[in-house]
């Protein structure tokens, strides 16, 4: 166990923004690779880049995961730690989500060095990806709809042109295309919710629209409209139905590893800005009778998990269906703000869903790296074509049956304590009903994963590849990722512990 | 420390095996599964447990940890066994061992991946006769399937993928059924624990509320239900049965072995620890269609083996037809016959490992299974055709073999119960069931084993005596089936000892 280092009652040891530490470093990261880039723009190296970005990554993750364990920012430490007039906050939450897109983005650029060799512009990809992280990473931080905004742009932009990144590839450019149109849109709903809010009630900082939103007398309509268009914002970042529609395009044209970090980190970073804002803007004691967002979440989940689960039974396309899978748990993250009443527990169950977007982190990422194993040898796109897999790699294929049965919710993976807690924790708020329908829709969800299990290891082979070299760092981040899951089932005691403590604190 | 050991050892050689080459890997196994074979015997010869697990008794080699605690439930490691889970852990690693070397001729190809999910399944095996923390017990629940959908799915026969799908997709809805029947049941309880101990006295307490508007005894009846339905299934039972002659069918011999030696008994077992052991007022109250069940599964599973052309699909129905013996006594609840079923778990185990392994050696040389197809192979293979015989006999319940123990128990148990209305008449129905048995058997080995030698390929495949390793495991069951006949008390005591105290405060005695 580390030290405790309670940075908000010890500033002598540290200074008060060190405790953005993690965020920066990602930021800085992203400028070396320029540096680097830009004094030898030709032969930069692949292993120097990837090497640099792994660091900043990995160093990111872990000084926020010593600060979660340390208790920065908890309330046993003095409560969150307020930074620039209270537009960015550091607490369990956002460390949280900072550790979840710091490991994703570290498998991810691991498992870029192997899929960028025969690529340019690799320096660009490498900064695109820390740029987009230091914007996930400061959405858990941000503390008004100010910072929420900028921080959510900064997490997009990178993104589009990261999707768009095969330049050559058509399907790519298409992909990046609709992405940005899509999330143009949605950025402009988001904006104008922002603008009604801020009509509403005057202010822009989390805690004082809570406050100011007991009495905005006849603005109440204006307010209620604000933020149902603010939950369109999240459901474009969370993939989440209605504005779900871009991410199979997205996910299936993207880089492969582009596809992991969208869909792991960059929807866990729109659960935390949802997580933040929702219980601390709009909490349900302060907000006027129009406002039910509960309501609306509860129906977007519903939706959201069966849409994707329904949508992902039907695909011939393991990357597609792995997209619609991606929709179909943010269907499952959405109980965790669905499932929330004002006399239950609400910390357990948000806690709940927050354990449940770390454990995704592992398994979505290492899924979506393993189609990239598969891309990168050529394998085909469809289930037909992983047909016999596991008798040329039985490795990679043993990690991506984890991840299938990992994600299908089957107990000897951390997907099934995860799930289990999500659920129970919905049902103990009283909210039953929606752990049925996540519980059927979890049953039905095996059906498509094991069609990949099956394709794998029990079908013979029908076409011939050949594997001419096992690429080091793919391999490495595939791996990491099935230990990951594997170990997330004995440790999930401390992440849900960690997580329910953190969302408590909101509240 | 030593049941986490022997957890830890056959996992670590599952991921050992699994990366080691394929000449090696059967051989490897072999050895590395001496390693928990010996352990479970150090167990038995050192246990010193008294009373049943779930009602207070003190376990042998318990550890108990934190793990964490979900919504305000405290959910533990915790381990240790009684006298009903030793022996069924004991069977679990002298099966794998037997049923590892019994491999070497029939599996040739991908064997590393072959040994290790062996290997896996062992582990996983061991946690669920081991755990008594229901999370984690489920874990290991549900970690069984896993390596025995991949064992009859890529090394099964030609219809494998339809049975391998087959046999997960009922277990698993059949799980679900029983994890929701059972966490309803620990929601309405004033526990704050999944440990099983303290969940099973708080019911047998009586301290159950209702949940949901359900009244505390229609939750119990319909908790009650869940779980029969999720691990009938398992057992199986008759209605449920279907997946079972097709995954026994496909399945390699080993893998066979493993599914009726052991697995069926997960179900078994689970019936024993939940459902008997923690609602027994309500397996008291329909003791009756239960018993109905339990004897329907003993006559048409045989009556459906009567049937049967193909060798091991005999030996697949008439392990439905053993295991409503099981049923039969556990609803009894009579110190015979409960103690009985649990040790007709470990005697059934051993013979239909028995009867599985030896029709898979004649298989191994004749490359046919079906009954017709040949005659007096005891002329060409006499050494597996007695024991083959033996093996059938200790089926039929031949004194002083384990099966004439067990059956006697279970029927002594099962005449003499006063829970059971009917009891002699559903006793006496069961019993018809042996008669059937000894039909089906005896008609199958005068076709198959005597008679004049006639084989239908013989110009394709030459019928000679079995290799040594193929025989010996054989041997060694046989060795311990007399054993366990002669001396039931190798095991019987203990169970006793962990049986009295469910029947104590259930009222059966």
């Known amino acids: 166990m580390l030290p405790a280092v309670p940075l908000q009652s010890t500033q002598d040891i540290l200074p008060l923004w060190a405790a953005l530490a993690p965020s920066i470093l990602l930021g800085l990261t992203a400028m070396v690779l320029f540096v680097i880039d830009s004094i030898k723009p030709e032969e930069a190296s692949n292993a120097l880049l990837a090497g640099v970005a792994g660091a900043g ?11 979660l364990l340390a208790g920065t920012g908890t309330p046993e430490t003095g409560g969150a730690i307020s930074l620039y007039g209270g537009a960015i906050v550091v607490d369990g939450l956002s460390l949280f989500f900072t550790v979840i897109v710091g490991s994703v983005a570290a498998m991810v650029t691991v498992a870029s060095y192997d899929y960028l060799q025969d690529q340019q512009h690799k320096a660009e990809f490498y900064s695109l990806v820390l740029l987009a992280a230091t914007g996930m990473s400061l959405m858990g931080s941000a503390n008004s709809l100010a910072t929420v905004f900028v921080s959510l742009e900064l997490a997009s932009l990178p993104s589009y042109a990261l999707v768009a990144y095969l330049k050559h590839n058509k399907g790519s450019v298409e992909a990046g295309l609709k992405y940005f149109l899509i999330g143009a849109l949605s950025s402009a709903v ?49 993939a989440s139905v209605p504005f779900h529609f871009w991410a199979p395009e997205a996910y299936e044209g993207a880089p492969a590893p582009i596809s992991a970090f969208l869909s792991s980190a960059s929807k866990a970073a729109g659960f935390a800005v949802a997580f933040r ?71 357990a169950t948000m806690g709940a869903s927050m354990a449940h977007l770390f454990v995704y982190g592992f398994m979505n990422t290492g899924a979506f790296l393993f189609i990239a194993l598969a891309e990168h040898w050529d394998v085909g796109r469809t289930f037909e074509d992983f047909d016999g897999f596991a008798t040329h790699a039985p490795v990679a294929a043993a990690a991506m049956t984890v991840f299938m049965f990992s994600l299908a919710g089957l107990p000897p993976f951390g997907g099934f304590f995860s799930k289990y807690a999500l659920f129970a924790a919905a049902v103990q708020s009283g909210f039953w009903w929606l752990a049925a329908v996540g519980a059927i829709n979890s049953a039905l969800s095996l059906f498509y994963y094991s069609r990949v299990v099956k394709a794998m290891w029990l079908n013979d082979a029908s076409t011939s590849f050949e594997i001419e070299r096992r690429p080091v760092g793919l391999y490495a981040a595939i791996v990491i990722a099935a230990v990951g899951t594997l170990l997330l089932l004995p440790a999930f005691g401390p992440v849900v512990e960690t997580a329910q403590s953190a969302a408590a604190a909101l509240f | 420390m030593i049941i986490e050991m022997l957890i830890a050892v056959a996992f670590v050689a599952a991921l050992v095996v699994f990366v080691a080459p394929d000449e090696y890997a059967g051989k490897l196994a072999f050895a590395l599964s001496l390693l928990p074979a ?165 019911l047998r307490g009586g301290e159950i509320e209702g949940y949901l508007s359900l009244s505390a005894g229609a939750l119990r009846t319909f908790a009650f239900a869940a779980m029969f339905l999720g691990f009938a299934v398992k057992v199986p039972v008759v209605p449920f049965h279907t997946w079972l002659p097709d995954a026994h069918v496909e399945a390699p011999t080993p893998a066979s072995v493993m599914l009726a030696g052991v697995l069926l008994k997960m179900g078994t077992y689970a019936l024993l620890r939940f459902n008997f052991t923690m609602l027994p007022d309500v397996a008291q109250a329909y003791a009756v269609p239960i018993a109905a069940v339990a004897v329907i599964s003993v006559i048409y ?22 295991m409503g013996y099981v049923i039969l006594g556990l609803v009894a609840y009579t110190t015979y016959g409960v103690g009985g079923a649990t040790f007709q778990m470990v005697a059934h185990g051993l013979i239909s490992g028995l009867m599985f392994m030896s029709v898979g050696v004649i298989y191994n040389v004749t490359h046919t299974r079906m009954v017709g197809d040949m005659s007096g192979i005891a002329d060409r293979m006499p050494i597996t055709a007695g024991i083959f015989v033996a093996g059938a006999f200790g089926y039929m319940g031949l004194p002083l073999m384990a099966g004439f123990a067990a059956e006697f128990f279970i029927f002594k148990g099962a005449f003499e119960s006063t829970v059971l209305s009917f009891a002699p008449l559903f006793t006496a129905f069961a019993m018809f069931g042996i008669v059937i048995v000894a039909g089906y058997l005896l008609f199958a080995m005068q076709r198959t084993l005597f008679g004049p030698y006639e084989f239908a390929d013989d110009d394709k495949y030459e019928v000679g005596p079995a290799a040594l390793h193929d025989t010996l495991p054989l041997a060694v069951l046989l060795v311990l089936i007399i054993a366990l006949g002669v001396a039931p008390n190798l095991f019987f005591g203990m169970i006793q000892d962990a049986v009295n105290p469910i029947l104590q405060t259930g009222g059966g005695l």
Do not use: C
């Open chain 1, 277 to 347: 804002v929702f219980a601390v803007a709009f909490p349900l004691e302060a907000i006027p009778a129009q406002v039910d967002w509960v309501l609306t979440f509860q129906i977007l989940a519903v939706v959201t998990m069966t849409l994707g689960n329904f949508a992902a039974a039907t695909q011939e396309n393991v990357k597609r269906m792995l997209a619609y899978s991606s929709i179909g748990h943010a269907g499952y993250a959405l109980i965790g703000l669905a499932a929330i009443s004002a006399d239950a527990n609400n910390g």
């Open chain 2, 301 to 322: 599973g045989a009556l459906l083996a009567l049937a049967q052309q193909d060798l091991k699909r005999i030996v697949a129905y008439s392990s439905v037809s053993s």
């Open chain 2, 38 to 202: 010996v352990g479970s015997l150090y167990m038995w010869s050192g246990f010193d447990a008294t009373g049943n697990a779930l009602t207070g008794g003190t376990l042998a080699f318990a550890e108990q940890f934190e793990w964490f605690t979900l919504s305000g439930y405290e959910i533990q490691w915790l381990t240790g066994v009684d006298g009903i889970s030793l022996p069924l852990v004991v069977l679990t690693t002298i099966l794998t061992t037997l049923a590892i070397v019994s491999s070497w001729t029939p599996i040739d190809d991908r064997q590393s991946q072959f040994y290790g999910l062996m290997l896996f399944m062992e582990a996983s095996l061991i946690g669920v006769f081991t755990a008594l923390d229901f999370l984690m017990w489920f874990v290991f629940w549900e970690a069984v399937l896993v390596p025995m959908y991949f064992l009859i799915g890529i090394w099964g026969g030609p219809r494998r993928k339809y049975a391998a799908i087959k046999f997960f997709v009922y277990t698993n809805i059949a799980s679900l059924v029983m994890f929701i029947g059972f966490v309803a049941l620990v929601v309405a309880t004033p526990v704050t624990t999944f440990a099983l101990p303290e969940i099973s006295q708080a």
């Open chain 1, 190 to 238: 988001f904006a104008f919710g922002i603008s009604l809010v801020f009509a509403a009630t005057g202010v822009l900082g989390l805690p004082a629209i809570a406050e100011a939103l007991g009495d905005v007398s006849d603005l109440g309509g204006v307010a209620a409209l604000g933020v149902l268009m603010i939950v369109g914002g999240f459901a474009f970042k969370t």
């Open chain 1, 57 to 67: 990554t990995i160093g990111a993750a872990a000084i926020a995961g010593w600060y």
